[in-house]
Nanobody
């Protein structure tokens, strides 16, 4: 079982930046891929970005490509989501999740992520 704790959310103006962090414990960090998801009010949770255990394979949803960057530092058991050029439509609770495998293939499926953090709120004002 993997325990995940997100941090770094907050309130930012449109065009601004935030960096989310997710600290993991409980299993060898490099042995599983990681993902970020988000859920806006009244909407279903959606995929944002994912990274393989080695950090060499990345996936992004189309709406964040070129603005968000997922990365990981296995020595620190931490995955990051750098969010630039934020838009009001990026407002959501952001969750990190641990995949069941170190590799990840598209399309990314939420059902393949076995452990989830509690979420961190990101609010982008216009």
């Amino acid at each position: 079982q993997v325990q995940l704790v997100e941090s770094g959310g907050g309130l930012v103006q449109a065009g601004g930046s935030l960096r989310l962090s997710c600290a993991a414990s409980g299993r060898t960090f490099s042995s599983y891929a990681m993902g970020w998801f988000r859920q806006a009010p009244g909407k279903e949770r959606e995929f944002v970005a994912a990274i393989s255990g080695s950090g060499t394979t990345l996936y992004y949803t189309d709406s964040v490509k070129g603005r968000f960057t997922i990365s990981r530092v296995n020595a620190k058991n931490t995955v990051y989501l750098q969010m630039n050029s934020l838009k009001p439509e990026d407002t959501a609770v952001y969750y990190c999740a641990a995949h069941s495998d170190d590799r990840i293939r598209g399309p990314v499926r939420q059902a393949d992520f076995a452990s989830w953090g509690q979420g961190t709120q990101v609010t982008v004002s216009s």
